[in-house]
């Protein structure tokens, strides 16, 4: 008999709609109810974002009863969704690591939000990040609606939900498994302050702590060769590229380095390209130098 997931009627938020559709993902065949009725949520096989309690062990995942339903180490309180995937995350991903790296990701800052917690600092007057949140309040319609179109739109997100979940643990497979082969190139490195890397690789979290790494150089996508400057928090590079190659490319820029194949520098001085991996090197060593 397919078990049945119970949250909230009326308006839907990110929140309930990520806690039915990592549900959904993981016990399969399921009826989900929307309604606030007491005699419902407890007959309810699964409750996520009402009935006032939380308690795992009854598959029951609300948080806005009094005191909530705890926090992070880091402040940020949990809500229905982060509730879900802490439980269910691991079974549904494989790993921990895998877990905690979209809890970081994705499930934080749904979280975060929901309770009404801010995570980022504006510093442009009515202009503030667009995110999974608004995209998915795109979809709320007027309060006239009734209860039979706001659930045919709420399982349509659930739907959407669940494909970017399926997405984003995917992803964070292969960001684990590509960070482990940046250890292993950083440890074989005999200058660590240029890493030359055989693919392109998430190598932003592990140099992140690694602060004697200044360039990376790795193979694009278009056959070409990038280079890289590491940068810290705030977009701050360690070790900027000159200044004389902004916004330069082809023959301005292989005149100004003395590299043959120079393509292109951005003028933010961050990254450059060569047409060869003699070529990104070549430049690396000469902004390491300059």
Not at 85 to 102: A, C, Y
Not at 235 to 245: H, K
């Amino acid at each position: 008999m397919a078990k049945t997931i119970l949250t909230h009627s009326g308006s839907f938020q990110a929140d309930d709609i990520f806690a039915v559709a990592i549900l959904m993902l993981t016990i399969g065949e399921s009826k989900v109810v929307r309604t606030r009725d007491a005699d419902q949520i407890a007959l309810a096989d699964y409750v996520v974002d009402v009935g006032m309690t939380h308690d795992p062990a009854t598959h029951r995942f609300d948080h806005h009863q009094p005191g909530g339903a705890g926090e992070r180490p880091n402040g940020i309180p949990y809500a229905s969704c982060g509730l879900v995937w802490k439980e269910f995350g691991e079974k549904l991903s494989g790993s921990q690591e895998v877990t905690d790296l979209i809890d970081i990701n994705l499930m934080q800052p749904l979280d975060a939000h929901d309770n009404g917690v801010s995570i980022a600092d504006y510093r442009f007057k009515n202009v503030r990040t667009y995110s999974i949140v608004d995209f998915l309040y795109s979809f709320l319609p007027s309060l006239h609606e009734s209860e039979e179109e706001l659930y045919r739109i709420f399982m349509q997100l659930v739907g959407v939900a669940r494909e970017l979940l399926l997405r984003e643990i995917a992803k964070a497979k292969n960001i684990i498994a590509g960070e482990a082969k940046v250890r292993e190139v950083y440890e074989a490195s005999p200058d660590k302050r240029i890493v030359i890397l055989p693919e392109e690789l998430p190598w932003g979290r592990v140099f992140a702590e690694k602060p004697e790494v200044l360039f990376v150089v790795y193979p694009r996508n278009d056959s070409r060769w990038g280079l890289r400057v590491v940068q810290d928090t705030g977009f701050v590079s360690r070790r900027p590229l000159p200044l004389s190659w902004a916004g330069k490319k082809d023959k301005e820029l292989q005149q100004i380095t003395g590299v043959p194949d120079a393509v292109f520098c951005h003028r933010a001085l961050f990254t450059a390209v060569a047409q060869s991996k003699e070529g990104a090197i070549a430049l690396a060593e000469i902004a390491l130098n300059a």
